[in-house]
């Protein structure tokens, strides 16, 4: 099933049409990690991780059917791609609106490893940093895209206000991300009791960060002063999904063990304090290898897409 705009959309258990209120026992409290800064990556910058997120950008793109954004957009003339990782994203925007100048921004040095179109510049920097120096210029852009942020946003209020102030009046912005605890596949969570997904939750809130922040972003946007324009999820299959054959190449991403492997290491870092017992970072670690490894058919978590406008 594509996707379909909000004015269009197709009520079924994969769609959620904007208004948005999380029902209760749905949104997870979040606090802000209070040193002016929004995020902090816990994942690697290497070759492993690169290809690792090579291959999640083709299964995505296979998840939404080809659509990689959303967002009513009309000729936008400045674009910014944050946390562009290895450039794929900010390549793919750059051919679709080659009249366009795209900014991508990351906290490593981006890989050489897509060629980079004549309309691209990457700037490295921490995304807050960029925007109160005044290099990321405000009220200057007529999009700004995000996806995947999850394990790097720690103050998600301050980093969607930050987006917001880049923004043109009319500008639009559009965010990519998980809610990752795991659901079966009627949707229904699954596994609220088991160690790492408790783990996780606490951990990631402990930092300020959200580990269900796709379902969180429209109350986020709506904080920020921006108009929610569509909130929507589609299945980020933990095996496989025989119904859903355009999560294919995502079993095939969550089996290789690259994202276990990716999430094992991030555990790691966000729980590098004596708060911590290493006897608890281990059953976590082994938790997750379990419960992706041994997941049932449709078992899957929530990839959400929300875009929202400036007024």
Known sequence: ???????????????????????????????????????????????????RLTFQHRALLQMLHGQAI????????????IGCGTGVMTVLLAKRFPAAHVIGVDLAPVPEAFTKPDNVTYMQGSFSDLVSTGKLEKGSFDFVFSRMLVFGIQDWNSY????????????????????????????????????????????????????TCGINLPTYMTSAGLQVGGHEFVPWVLKSFKS????????????????????????????????????????????????WGNAEDGEHMRYYICYAQKP
Do not use: C
Request: aromatic fraction near 4%; hydrophobic fraction near 35%; charge should be negative.
């Open 1 to 51: 099933m594509a996707f379909n705009r909000a004015k269009n959309a197709i009520k079924s258990p994969w769609t959620i049409t904007t208004p948005f209120h999380p029902l209760s026992g749905e949104s997870i409290k979040m606090t802000t990690n209070g040193n002016g800064n929004d995020h902090k990556y816990f994942l690697e910058h290497d070759g492993p991780e690169h290809d």
């Open 70 to 81: 959303h967002a009513p957009l009309q000729a936008p003339a400045k674009i910014l791609d």
């Open 160 to 211: 969607v206000k930050n987006v917001a102030a880049l923004l043109k009046h009319g500008g639009w912005t559009e965010m990519q991300d998980l809610d990752t605890r795991a659901r079966n596949r009627d949707s229904i969570l699954a596994h609220q009791d088991n160690v790492f997904e408790k783990t996780m939750v606490s951990v990631m809130a402990d930092q300020g960060m959200d580990a």
């Open 244 to 291: 859903r054959p355009e999560t294919e190449l995502m079993a095939q991403h969550t089996q290789s063990g690259s994202m276990t492997t990716a999430v094992v290491l991030a555990l790691e870092k966000m729980m590098a304090s004596e708060r911590y017992s290493r006897e608890l970072v281990k059953e976590a670690q082994e938790s997750v290898k379990s419960l």
